[in-house]
Structure formats: C-alpha cells, structure tokens
C-alpha cells in the first residue's frame, strides 16, 4: 500500500485516519494512512523523514500548517494566499507541493452537502486567523454580495480585507469589531477558536433573522456553543464543520490519488 499521514500536535484525536481509511476501502484505493505526532521544534525533520522512507502524502494540522506552506518548493494557487497548507506531496519532479484544501472543503460541505448557493449573499465571517484566512479565497470565488469579516483585533480583519481585496470582484468586502454588525446575515461562518473554551463572540442578538444559517468550523458531539447560541436566537440552521473535515480529507484524496471518493456516507459514519 502506498503510505500517506496526518502530522500534528497533539494528534491522537485526529479523525483523518478514520476518514482516509473509509475512502480507501470504498473506492478501492491501497492507501495505508496513518497519524504522526510531530515534536513542537521538528516538523521538517518529520517531513523529510517520512518522504525520504517513501511516504506518499501528508496531511498537515495544528500547529504546523504554516510551516508545511513555507518549506514546501511550490505552492498551488489556491494555498499561496491561505499562508498556511493543510496537504503536501511530491510531484513528478521531487518538488514537494504545498495545497490548501480547508477552503474548498468549507465551499463543498455549504453547497453540495446543504444546499446553500453562496452567490449574492450577505455572509459574516468571525474570526481572523489562521483558520478564516484558509477559507476566505474559496468563499469569495463563489461571488458573495458581501463578505464581511468581525474579529476581537480588528486590525487583524482589515489585514484580511487588504490581503483579500484583489479576489473580492464585486463582493463588497470589510472588516469590523464583533459588536458593530446589527442587521441579520443570511450565513454566519464561525472560524474564531472561541468555542474550543465554550466562549462566544459577543455578536448582536439582531444579526440572526429567522432565515439566518450558521456555520461553526469546529465540530463536537453536541451542538457547539456558537451554534446553540444563534439557534437560541432563531436561527434557522446550524452546522457543524464535521462536513468540512470530510471534503477537506475527500480534495486531499482526491489530489493523491485522481479519486473522488463519496463523502455522504463518511460523514454519517462518523456522526454515529
Ligand atoms: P486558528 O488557526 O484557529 O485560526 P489563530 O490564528 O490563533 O488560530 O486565530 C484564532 C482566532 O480566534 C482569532 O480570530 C482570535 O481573535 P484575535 O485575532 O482577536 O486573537 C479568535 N479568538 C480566540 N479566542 C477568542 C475568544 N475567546 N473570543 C473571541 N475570539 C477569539
């Protein structure tokens, strides 16, 4: 079997290993995928390593997805403005390839999986690290009329809004403290890691109207405290980003290995 990995730290709850090894048996793929911890200081040891012993493909996690996009030899578009990769491989020339596949994953789980056509919606983004950052080139290639993105540190969301501004077209895109929106969005995506420390953004009750959606990028096994929160307002939907692990894992295997795997069937397993 050809041998891929997820690399993080700490790495043991990760579910990629699960969910790369329901897409090789149903697609019928010899992948053998495993979980590396990487020590805080040795990620591009780890990396070599496991290339030079033949390894195929790794998958990248917290806290190293910074440093797998810079000591990649190239860069797909897509992952060159994320400023962080979350896939990486060598191409046919030895070169190692940094991809960013969180986006893509976010788009496919909000469109394919529910539903939702991005186009000409009014969407709120909170959050402006690592994690938005990902996600905000593919939101934008789906053409929102507005994206607007409310941090804690604002000036953390107006960088956002000048590294971004080239991709916006005709979005209208800005940046904001979390108290400042009051009128209803009709998709809110949470990519701040409050809810990792049960905390909420403290948003206006009025940026829920009743046919608001909203999106939390972190997943648990009860609904997420961002999530109750808006449902608690009337929200109309609330998602988790189970979903979006699974496209993300479904484009990384799919760039490996020219597969698409199914993901529907996946993501129920997981949620049993
Ligand atoms: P990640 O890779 O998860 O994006 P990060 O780059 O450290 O991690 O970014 C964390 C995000 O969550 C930031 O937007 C952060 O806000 P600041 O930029 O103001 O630091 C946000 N965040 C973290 N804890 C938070 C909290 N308790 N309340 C609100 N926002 C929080």
New binding site residues.
């Given amino acids: 079997d050809d041998l891929y990995a997820v690399v993080g730290n700490p790495i043991s709850h990760s579910k990629s290993p699960k969910i790369h090894s329901l897409f090789a048996s149903q697609t019928g793929e010899a992948v053998d995928y495993t979980a590396i911890q990487a020590p805080e200081d040795g990620f591009r040891e780890t990396v070599s390593e496991f290339f030079a012993r033949g390894g195929k493909g790794l998958n990248v996690t ?1 806290p190293f997805k910074e440093q797998a996009w810079a000591m990649a030899d190239r860069r797909a578009a897509r992952a060159e403005k994320a400023g962080a990769a979350n896939t990486l491989y060598r191409d046919s020339d030895g070169q190692l390839v940094a991809d960013n596949t969180d986006g893509q994953g976010l788009v496919s789980d909000l469109t394919a999986n529910h539903g939702l056509d991005l186009a000409g919606l009014n969407i709120l983004v909170l ?6 950052r990902g996600v905000l080139g593919p939101i934008l290639s789906r053409r929102p009329a507005r994206l607007v993105i409310a ?3 604002v000036a ?1 969301a107006d960088a956002l809004v000048a590294l971004f501004a080239d991709e916006a077209g005709d979005t209208e895109l800005a940046a904001c403290g ?1 108290e400042q929106p009051t009128q209803p969005f009709d998709l809110i995506i949470n ?4 809810s990792l ?1 049960g ?1 909420l ?1 403290p948003l206006a009750p009025s940026v829920i109207g009743s046919d608001t959606v909203v999106y939390d990028m972190m997943y648990s096994a009860t609904t997420t405290t961002f999530n109750q929160w808006a449902l608690d307002q009337g929200a109309s939907r609330a998602i988790d980003g189970l979903g979006m692990l699974v496209e993300q894992a479904a484009e990384s295997f799919r760039i490996w290995r020219g597969v698409s795997p199914q993901t529907d069937a996946v993501i129920k397993t997981l949620r049993e």
């Fill in positions: 917290v959050g402006a690290g690592g994690a938005v941090n804690r540190t953390k979390f990519g701040t890691s409050a420390k905390d953004p």
